[in-house]
C-alpha cells in the first residue's frame, strides 16, 4: 500500500493506495497542530510500502511531517510533462505542486474538454488546460478568509463577521461576503472564457476543489463538478503509470 500526502497551507490531508488502482481510499485530514493525529495513523498502517506527496506548506512544516514519519517521504515537484499533458508554466521550480497535481487529478473526471481547474482554499487558483492537453497556465487570487481579512483588519468600521451572499446587500456583513465571492467567481469566469475563446469551444467545463469549494459552487456555471482532495488523485495517477 502507498499513502498519499498532500500538505496544503492550513491541513495535512492523506489517503492509501492500492498499487495497481486508480482510486485512493480511507481519506484523513489534521491541522499541523495536531500531527500526532497522522503520527497514530502511520503506527497503524505497518504495510505501508512508500509515502508520496505534495507540499505547499513551507519548509517548517514539512520538516514537522517528515518527523513524524519513520520511512523517507518523497516530496513531489512540478513537471514538465506528465500523463500526456505539457506544463507551458515557464519556471516549473516556480509552479505550486498543487496545482500541477490538481491538474493531473482532473482528467480523471475530465478527460478530453478544455477545462478549467479551481482550487478555494488559503488561496484560490484557477488553472487551464486544453483539449489537447496543453496547460497554459492560470491566476492566483486570495482565498475567501484571507480577502475577508484583508478587509476586515485594514479598513476602519469593517471588522464584521461573515455575512452571506445577496444580489443586493443591505447590511456591511452581507456586502463584503457578496464582493468577496463575486470576486473570486468573476475571477473564475475570466478565465473559463479566454479558454472558450482560445481552443474556440464553448464545451469547457469546471472542476472545483479545497476546502471553501462549497461556498463557491452555488455560484458558479451549472456545469462545475467539485471533487474533495483533487491532488491527490492527481497523486494517485501519477504514481500509477510509474
Not at 500526502?5 to 498499487?19: C, M, R, T, V, Y
Not at 516549473?92 to 474538454?113: I, K, S, T, Y
Not at 443586493?168 to 468573476?186: L, P, Q, S, Y
Not at 476543489?209 to 474533495?228: E, S
Request: glycine share 8%; charged share 15%; with cysteine.
Amino acid at each position: 500500500m502507498i499513502l498519499l500526502l498532500d500538505a496544503g497551507n492550513s491541513h495535512l490531508k492523506w489517503a492509501q493506495l492500492s498499487e495497481g488502482t486508480l482510486t485512493p481510499f480511507d481519506f484523513g485530514v489534521c491541522a499541523y497542530t495536531h500531527l500526532d493525529t497522522f503520527q497514530t495513523l502511520l503506527k497503524s498502517l505497518p504495510n505501508i510500502k512508500s509515502i508520496i506527496g505534495v507540499a505547499v506548506c513551507g519548509t517548517e512544516k514539512q520538516t514537522q511531517i517528515d518527523d513524524c514519519s519513520l520511512q523517507p517521504i518523497t516530496w513531489q515537484k512540478s513537471q514538465k510533462s506528465a500523463l500526456g499533458i505539457t506544463n507551458h508554466y515557464e519556471r516549473e521550480e516556480e509552479h505550486g505542486p498543487d496545482r500541477w497535481f490538481n491538474v493531473l487529478g482532473a482528467r480523471l473526471f475530465c478527460p478530453d474538454q478544455p477545462l478549467i481547474v479551481v482550487s478555494s482554499g488559503t488561496a484560490i487558483t484557477v488553472d487551464a488546460i486544453t483539449d489537447d492537453q496543453q496547460y497554459l497556465g492560470g491566476s492566483i487570487l486570495p482565498g475567501i478568509h484571507l480577502m475577508h481579512q484583508s478587509l476586515t483588519h485594514n479598513t476602519a468600521h469593517l471588522n464584521k463577521a461573515l455575512g452571506q451572499h445577496q444580489d443586493f446587500a443591505r447590511n456591511t456583513a452581507d456586502a463584503i461576503v457578496t464582493g468577496i465571492i463575486d470576486a473570486a467567481c468573476g475571477a473564475i469566469d475570466k478565465q473559463k472564457l479566454r479558454l472558450q475563446q482560445f481552443c474556440q469551444s464553448n464545451q469547457v467545463k469546471t472542476i472545483l476543489t479545497g476546502g471553501n469549494a462549497t461556498i463557491l459552487h452555488p455560484f458558479l456555471d451549472k456545469d462545475t463538478q467539485t471533487v474533495d482532495n483533487l491532488v491527490l488523485f492527481g497523486l494517485a495517477r501519477w504514481v500509477n503509470q510509474l
